[in-house]
């Protein structure tokens, strides 16, 4: 359910930050203010299922959800996501004695792991302070929507949840 209520509102999200592209000059990097979003759930999915490979699946699935749901991003989406739940259960496994610590950091480099797939397969040609521009955005954006706004999440859910 999580992956779907997921791709759902990162196709949403998708084309909000198109459209904040096409109106602002600094396009690239003011779309990557929402990518926080699209690791909620992701990040979500890990903290309530706490299995190894929870975040991965859970991004494959928004994938395919976001994929047939015609995506922005085309393909390239399912890449996108399959990528940002490897890194979430990747950072877990690293920073498992750190709780609150690895909510943040995972949704950091988790949304910070879509801008490395756009630059390699889409964006190859932008300048090197734009793409750092971008990866700093994601990284705040996924730290403050994945991480934080999880936190808190966690914070009203009933303990015997």
Same mark, same amino acid.
């Given at each position: 359910?999580?992956?779907?209520?997921? @791709? *759902? #509102?990162?196709v949403i999200i998708g084309y909000t930050g198109s459209l904040f592209s096409s109106i602002f000059p600094i396009s690239f990097v003011l779309s990557q203010g929402l990518s926080g979003l699209h690791v909620f759930?992701?990040?979500?999915?890990?903290?309530?299922?706490?299995? !190894?490979?929870? %975040? #991965?699946? #859970?991004?494959?699935? !928004? @994938?395919?959800?976001?994929?047939?749901?015609?995506?922005?991003? %085309? *393909?390239? =989406?399912?890449? =996108?996501s399959l990528i940002e739940g490897v890194v979430v259960d990747l950072t877990f496994i690293v920073f498992r004695k750190l709780e609150n610590l690895s909510i943040y950091i995972a949704g950091g480099f988790s949304s910070?792991?879509?801008?490395?797939?756009?630059? #390699?397969?889409?964006?190859?040609?932008?300048?090197?302070? $734009?793409? $750092?521009?971008?990866?700093?955005a994601s990284f705040a954006s996924g730290s403050l929507f994945g991480g934080y706004l999880v936190k808190r999440v966690f914070d009203v859910i009933p303990a015997n949840f």
């Open positions: 359910m999580l992956s779907a209520l997921g @791709g *759902i #509102t990162s759930w992701l990040i979500l999915s890990k903290k309530l299922v706490e299995r !190894k490979v929870s %975040g #991965t699946m #859970t991004g494959a699935l !928004k @994938g395919l959800v976001e994929l047939f749901l015609s995506s922005h991003l %085309g *393909i390239f =989406v399912f890449l =996108v910070a792991s879509n801008i490395f797939v756009l630059q #390699t397969l889409l964006l190859p040609e932008l300048p090197l302070y $734009i793409i $750092i521009l971008m990866y700093m």
